[in-house]
């Protein structure tokens, strides 16, 4: 089988999932993607044929980028044509991401049943374009937006699948790698593989009134690479008054084993990717969910919403990160600590009422876990082998 997907790691990691479970059922598999996004690397980390292919996206306020993208479009549509015809896969499996157009057009035109899977709450414009001739279409949400009405394919509520790392994660040892007790309480916060600066921003400002008043707490932060330094600049700021709080504030440009460091945690703050979200509630981590504001539909917070909607988070706006009646102006400022305790932030209330409530988390961990879909990578390579079983 032939799978696709790329651009970001929501459309990568799921793939992978996949073809954990199936390369564990003896099936064949290569990855096709672009050479220039992060899959080339995944994919070769998981030890799995890569191909690449040309492909590319467009920028809606440039219509000319539209002509450019499609021209490249149509040289991928050839390149894939060209390794169907020599790999002979049973199924082309597409995860979304510009390079699924040409390699699920291809698989189209050459026949071979395709399979489509969309994990976010609203489709994709990849997905949106491809579902209409695909053999069956895999959701992570029971109700998801923007499904083409002309589409052929059966439609099955599946999840997402997430990595084994994650199913075999270990808090224990991710709090014995960062020194951190085991009776401590633990909040992580992330925004990505590059970071999020609102999110940065907002978690240094928060910092001394959280570790301040709540003196168990240890906070595990993901700044993403780019963000880092700046990010470590602001905390020597706080750490030059209060130094004690030094040994309680985890900054780490990337974290290698998230697994192992989100089962360590007691509350999770986090974008609402729907990697971010399966993997939080196959664990059963409650979390606070902060969408992306410029997320295609606004997906992310439908994804959010629907965690929401069972108890199992809290959602704050992007915006609700300042303190109150402040907007974010600056963002090429260095990052401040403290915070301003007569007009704290949404984020710095919620979070200070979250870590001091053990019932409430471990009641948002019970919903969280209700939603979760541990089974998604199985349930899915077991609706692919059952389509190819009855086309046989």
Not at 69 to 83: C, E, F, P, T, Y
Not at 94 to 123: D, W
Request: hydrophobic content about 40%; aromatic content about 4%.
């Amino acid at each position: 089988m032939i799978l696709s997907g790329g651009g970001t790691a929501g459309h990568i990691y799921p793939a992978l999932a996949l073809a954990d479970e199936l390369r564990s059922r003896q099936i064949e598999l290569s990855f096709v993607g672009t050479a220039s996004g992060p899959e080339a690397q995944l994919a070769a980390d998981a030890d799995i044929d890569f191909t690449a292919i040309s492909t590319g996206g467009f920028d809606r306020s440039r219509p000319l980028t539209l002509l450019t993208s499609g021209l490249k479009a149509l040289w991928g549509i050839r390149q894939a044509l060209s390794l169907l015809k020599k790999e002979h896969p049973a199924a082309v499996v597409c995860f979304g991401g510009y390079v699924s157009v040409p390699v699920g057009i291809a698989a189209t035109m050459r026949k071979i049943p395709l399979i489509v899977h969309e994990q976010n709450s609203h489709v994709g414009m990849t997905n949106r374009l491809l579902a209409a001739s695909a053999n069956y279409l895999a959701l992570t949400y029971p109700e998801t937006a923007g499904l083409p009405q002309d589409m052929k394919a059966s439609c099955e509520h599946i999840g997402n699948p997430v990595r084994k790392s994650v199913h075999s994660a270990d808090g224990a040892r991710a709090r014995a790698e960062l020194g951190i007790p085991t009776t401590a309480q633990v909040l992580l916060i992330f925004g990505g593989s590059r970071g999020a600066r609102n999110i940065n921003q907002a978690s240094l400002a928060a910092a001394q009134h959280l570790l301040t008043q709540r003196p168990n707490l240890h906070i595990v932060h993901g700044t993403g690479k780019l963000e880092y330094d700046t990010v470590v600049k602001g905390l020597e700021k706080l750490f030059e008054t209060y130094p004690d709080l030094r040994s309680r504030y985890h900054a780490l440009p990337y974290i290698e084993n998230m697994g192992d460091v989100m089962d360590s945690a007691d509350l999770v703050v986090a974008r609402a990717g729907a990697t971010s979200i399966a993997e939080l509630t196959v664990l059963g981590k409650p979390s606070v969910l902060i969408p992306y504001p410029y997320a295609t539909d606004d997906h992310q917070t439908t994804n959010a919403q629907a965690l929401v909607d069972l108890g199992g988070a809290r959602l704050i706006a992007d915006k609700q990160l300042q303190p109150k009646n402040q907007a974010i102006e600056d963002q090429s400022a260095d990052y401040t600590s403290g915070t301003n305790e007569d007009n704290p932030s949404v984020f710095v209330e919620t979070l200070l009422e979250l870590t001091g409530n053990a019932q409430m988390l471990a009641a948002m961990a019970k919903h969280a876990l209700d939603m979760g879909k541990p089974n998604a990578a199985e349930a899915l390579a077991d609706a692919i082998v059952n389509l190819l079983d009855d086309k046989q």
